[in-house]
């Protein structure tokens, strides 16, 4: 007790500073950290550790792992396959529009591919494989061994990948949706979409729903019961901060696209009238369904990808981030903002003036914390001493996106303005930005930064830079032009265009920058496939960083740490006092048992050591059996649903059933 | 007792299996907390549905034409779902002073006050003078009652889940979570029902309608 009462005395950010200070003015802005497995008991013990934490090595093992780390790999790499089909169809877009009148693609085919890549993009790629960096790195940032629900984060992998199947066997069916990615009705309906296509859409994001909804919930329970012993709320890393209010955005936001794709498909399928102006329903409630959803959305892809640069930034400026309490709070602030803009979206659907001058007002004030935060970074920068690695040349080339998306975000927040580029290229290339800008770009920044922790080997860092001189031209190449064309008036989804009205030649600038920057993609996948095998070993800490995971072998071994660390400060690993302590392994041990340490909420006080499932074959079951339920709905075919909800039911038991006697 | 290798960690730290937690602690208890906030999300945006349907519709909500709902069956159900909370909450606190067989018994209660609500609920349907393709009033009445329904069926097959363990002994004085975190979804779709009822069934009553 003694040793906590010395970890609780330790709160004060004066101390902070003045470690801070001392660190500056000496020109050392880092101490070693004791390398892993220091300790001799938990070297001793972790053989054991690993007999009790490793799943199987046969296929068994393969399907009914809870490893959080292999989890979260799969997350990644099947979001980047998607993140390659979305982009696929992107450029088969961009080929279409390179010259006026082209007809490589029919309208029908072009609305498909559209309606895919923003589906895929958005709802495939993105926030499936932050999700992935968060079930990945969340717990060893933290200090944990697992999530809190590991057997429910396979679950909701298992149902990410199956939906997304469900979704993409819509082009085996020749059905696919063509309604784009928000789906406005009455298009979407059943009298203006009579084929299958939009069915898939609104069922595979139903089924979607349920994998975000256990994710969020996952992460929310991680990170609140979870932390290691002294990393109080307030030295939290803050790409956990960010995943925290991601997940309670997630939370609240995903039940509106919920009843919104379970409106329509009933109005489809069994015909009732909620968006049947005819009969009393009201197409615009689907509006602002979809984007009560929508914009939080938006953050929920964004704030991820703030906290991945929020991660970076300090690092490769070699100093503490400056004005972390203002980070974390403007995290917080911009995700209750975002849940009180969503009218945006729809400024041109004749709303009362009142409520759409509210909604542009909000719309503006969400720049605050947003700008708040690049100046954060900056300062950091500034202040720091940057080292000019990869992961560092994407977060420089998001700064620089992000503010030009930013600035385009508070031009088409004005009403007068918006009205008159709204459904023109100059929307796409605002989102474009932010998203691509704001999102991917720290994505791969991440990549770089990340992957030799998950693989044990470095990136080359001169295919690096060209991925990224690639990534940067071709990506400005690409969607600057989008801004002017859309000034000039070319409206956006619109299959083609007539020759000689100036869209000619922005047009093909704008496919010639989706190929480099398709190439960029391209030498990052050779880099990966190249470094997995021929790259210099990483060791445990090839960046001499802040956090937790670095504390641990790359990749780490199956229980994460031997030993539970005790957190002193925000930079533990810049911490000559965080010193390492330790659980009793080998008494775990001989109880067969796999735990983690939960703590208090606020100030993460040891409460108590939590049992962890071990793998399990239901997750998959379940998955399995959700499947069904919802291939029922799509065929119609009430046999299958029956099928579905029975297997479901036996799923959940067994799921559910204790594993051991009663005590 | 833990041995402790090194400092860091208080020694008195327990150690929990599934189920042998108190509540507040538990991430099981947490993560259903959690559940429940995005379920009632889900209602609210129904009941918004509803309430915005019934703005925009121009002639009284349910529509002229349409009768009121009729009220002494939801408010027999009403007091029923609502009640059956008491034996859930009865029942918790036998097993937590080491009495299974007032366990099952409150669960028991419970679970046959639930099933009566069902009942009532499909009485109730099957005197409606509308179906869900009447029109968006008489979809969104069915929707919202039924997603309603769905849930106190759920929250039934969990009931008469614990009533097989209790039976199979797997609950005690100390091993009481699972009844406490089914006992929080209870009495979550009983709170629901009481917005259900106050703006679908009593709204009509309470505002003026067009006819």
Do not use: C
């Amino acid at each position: 007790m003694e040793l906590w009462a010395r970890v609780d005395a330790f709160s004060g950010s004066v101390r902070d500073r003045a470690v801070l200070l001392t660190r500056w003015l000496t020109r050392s802005n880092f101490a070693v950290f004791p390398g892993p497995s220091d300790d001799l008991a938990a070297a001793a013990a972790s053989p054991l550790l690993r007999h009790l934490w490793e799943a199987l090595p046969n296929e068994l093992g393969w399907i009914s792992t809870v490893d959080h780390k292999r989890i979260g790999t799969r997350y990644i790499v099947t979001g980047f396959v998607f993140f390659v089909l979305g982009g696929i169809e992107a450029l088969v877009l961009r080929i279409q529009l390179a010259r006026p009148e082209n007809t490589l693609l029919d309208p029908a085919t072009y609305n498909e591919l559209f309606t895919m890549h923003g589906t895929t993009m958005i709802f495939l790629f993105v926030t499936p494989l932050l999700s992935g960096f968060g079930n990945y790195f969340v717990p060893l940032l933290i200090g944990a061994r697992d999530m809190a629900f590991p057997r429910l984060n396979a679950l909701g992998y298992w149902i990410y990948v199956l939906s997304g199947a469900f979704m993409y066997s819509s082009f085996l069916a020749s059905a696919v949706p063509q309604g784009g990615w928000f789906a406005y009705v009455p298009l979407t309906g059943r009298e203006f979409s009579p084929e299958a296509g939009m069915d898939f859409w609104t069922l595979g994001l139903l089924f979607l729903g349920l994998s975000t909804t256990a994710g969020a919930i996952n992460f929310i329970v991680t990170i609140f019961k979870l932390r290691a012993p002294g990393m109080a709320l307030s030295r939290m890393p803050l790409f956990v901060w960010n995943i925290l209010v991601t997940a309670f955005a997630m939370l609240f936001a995903v039940p509106s696209l919920t009843v919104a794709a379970a409106l329509l498909e009933l109005d489809r399928t069994i015909g009732t009238h909620i968006f049947d102006s005819t009969a009393g329903g009201n197409p615009l409630l689907w509006q602002h369904l979809f984007w009560i959803f929508g914009h939080p959305d938006v953050y929920i892809i964004f704030m991820p990808a703030v906290g991945l640069v929020s991660t970076i930034v300090p690092v490769f400026s070699r100093h503490t981030m400056v004005g972390y309490l203002w980070v974390a709070l403007a995290s917080v602030t911009t995700i209750i903002f975002s849940f009180g803009v969503w009218v945006h979206h729809m400024f041109a659907t004749g709303l009362p003036p009142l409520a759409l001058s509210i909604f542009s007002a909000a719309s503006m004030m969400i720049a605050v914390p947003a700008g708040l935060q690049v100046i954060a970074w900056i300062v950091t920068i500034f202040v720091g001493r940057p080292v000019w690695k990869t992961p560092f040349l994407f977060v420089a080339g998001f700064l620089v996106l992000f503010l030009l998306g930013g600035l385009t975000g508070v031009m088409v927040a004005a009403l007068p303005f918006d009205w008159q580029v709204t459904d023109s290229y100059f929307v796409v290339a605002h989102f474009h930005y932010v998203l691509f800008g704001g999102s991917v770009f720290p994505i791969f920044g991440a990549f770089y930064y990340w992957l030799p922790k998950m693989t044990g080997r470095l990136l080359d860092e001169r295919l690096g830079q060209i991925n990224f001189a690639l990534m940067f031209v071709g990506f400005n190449l690409a969607f600057f032009p989008m801004h002017i064309a859309g000034m000039l008036g070319e409206p956006r989804r619109t299959y083609t265009y007539p020759a000689g009205m100036g869209l000619d030649g922005l047009n093909l600038l704008e496919t010639v920058g989706a190929f480099l920057l398709a190439l960029g993609i391209l030498i990052f996948i050779m880099n990966v496939l190249y470094s997995e095998r021929h790259g210099a070993v990483a060791g445990d800490d090839p960046w001499r960083a802040n956090t937790l995971e670095w504390a641990t072998s790359s990749p780490p071994p199956p229980y994460n740490f031997a030993t539970i660390p005790t957190v002193y400060s925000r930079d533990p690993l810049w911490d000559r006092q965080s010193e390492r302590t330790t659980i009793a392994e080998p008494e775990a041990l001989r109880l067969g048992r796999r735990e983690t340490l939960a703590s208090s909420v606020m100030d993460a006080r040891p409460e108590l050591l939590m049992r962890v499932p071990a793998d399990s074959i239901w997750p998959a079951f379940v998955a399995l059996s959700i499947g069904a339920l919802f291939l029922g709905a799509l065929a119609g075919s009430l046999a299958l649903a029956i099928i579905g909800a029975v297997t479901l039911f036996l799923g959940i038991s067994g799921w559910l059933w204790p594993a051991e006697r009663p005590l | 007792m833990r041995v402790l290798v090194r400092g860091g960690l208080p020694a008195e730290v327990p150690r929990g299996g599934t189920d042998t937690l108190d509540a507040g602690i538990a991430p099981a208890w947490w993560g259903m907390l959690l559940l429940i906030a995005t379920e009632a999300t889900i209602f609210a945006l129904l009941l918004s549905s509803y309430v915005y349907l019934g703005f925009a519709s121009g002639s009284g909500w349910p529509p002229a034409g349409m009768k009121r709902p009729e009220l002494s069956l939801p408010l027999i159900g009403t007091l029923l779902l609502l009640g059956s909370s008491v034996p859930m909450v009865w029942a918790e606190a036998g097993v937590r002073a080491g009495n299974v067989g007032r366990l099952r018994l409150g669960l028991a209660l419970a679970l046959v006050m639930g099933g009566a609500f069902l009942g009532i609920q499909a009485l109730e349907y099957s005197h409606k003078a509308f179906t869900p393709q009447t029109n968006a009033y008489g979809s969104l009445f069915y929707i919202i009652t039924g997603f309603h329904g769905l849930h106190v069926f759920v929250a039934l097959v969990m009931n008469a889940v614990l009533q097989l363990r209790a039976a199979l002994g797997h609950f005690g004085a100390t091993r009481s979570l699972a009844i406490s975190v089914v006992g929080l979804y209870w009495h979550f779709v009983g709170t629901v029902w009481i917005f259900i009822l106050a703006l679908v069934y009593l709204g009509p009553y309470l505002i003026g309608r067009a006819t």
